[in-house]
Structure formats: structure tokens, C-alpha cells
Nanobody, 124 residues
Framework: VQLQASGGGLVQAGGSLRLSCAAS????????MGWFRQAPGKGREFVAA????????YYADSVQGRFTISRDNAKKTVYLQMNSLKPEDAAVYYC??????????????????WGQGTLVTVSS
């Protein structure tokens, strides 16, 4: 499977961005999807996850209430709507797939395929 993330860019604090991650190669609804991020000099951090059906979602405390993960299985795409962005949200954002469709996990080791990342920059 291949994952292609897009939608990153430069935004002012308080602004919004929507990231997309397009998948190819497998029946998209058969696996859960997650978003992670990595800021310069820091480790990879879980952001949000959604089950294969989209019926379950899970968020990091740091983004709860500001970010929304969603998916369109017909388009084989998962989205991350990011509102009220803060400078500390700046990072490279990665999407990843998890073969267990019902799982919604924050553990990066559970994800088997990763996209290339898209850069989000937030100016203060």
C-alpha cells in the first residue's frame, strides 16, 4: 500500500488547515488510519486515529477539541481538519495505516505503512 499525505503549509496561529492522505493498493476500509507528527528535535507524536469504518476515533489530549479526523472510504482518503492552530502544532505530519481495522491506537508500532509526511508551519 502507498500513502500520500498533502495539505501542509504555512498558517497563522489561530488558523486552520486540512491535511489529506490518499491510499492505494488495498481495500481502504479494511484498515484503521492514524496521524502522527514530528517537530524538529522531538520524537514522533500521536495525533489522531480512526477505525476502518470511521465509527471510532481517538485523539491526543493536546489536539482534542481542535482537530478532527475523518475518512472517505470511497475516495480512499483520510483527513485531518486542524483548527485553532498553535505554534506548538508545527511539525511534519504523517499518516499511517494499521491492518487491524477495529483498532484505534496511539502506538506507532501498530502501524505498518507510513506516508512521506507533510510540513505544517504555524506562525505566531
Amino acid at each position: 500500500v502507498q500513502l500520500q499525505a498533502s495539505g501542509g503549509g504555512l498558517v497563522q496561529a489561530g488558523g486552520s488547515l486540512r491535511l489529506s492522505c490518499a491510499a492505494s493498493g488495498r481495500t481502504f476500509s479494511n484498515y484503521a488510519m492514524g496521524w502522527f507528527r514530528q517537530a524538529p528535535g522531538k520524537g514522533r507524536e500521536f495525533v489522531a486515529a480512526t477505525s476502518g469504518s470511521g465509527g471510532s476515533t481517538y485523539y491526543a489530549d493536546s489536539v482534542q477539541g481542535r482537530f478532527t479526523i475523518s475518512r472517505d472510504n470511497a475516495k480512499k482518503t483520510v483527513y485531518l481538519q486542524m483548527n485553532s492552530l498553535k505554534p506548538e502544532d508545527a511539525a511534519v505530519y504523517y499518516c499511517a495505516s494499521d491492518w487491524e481495522a477495529r483498532r484505534c491506537t496511539q502506538y506507532a508500532s501498530r502501524y505498518d505503512y507510513w506516508g512521506q509526511g507533510t510540513l505544517v508551519t504555524v506562525s505566531s
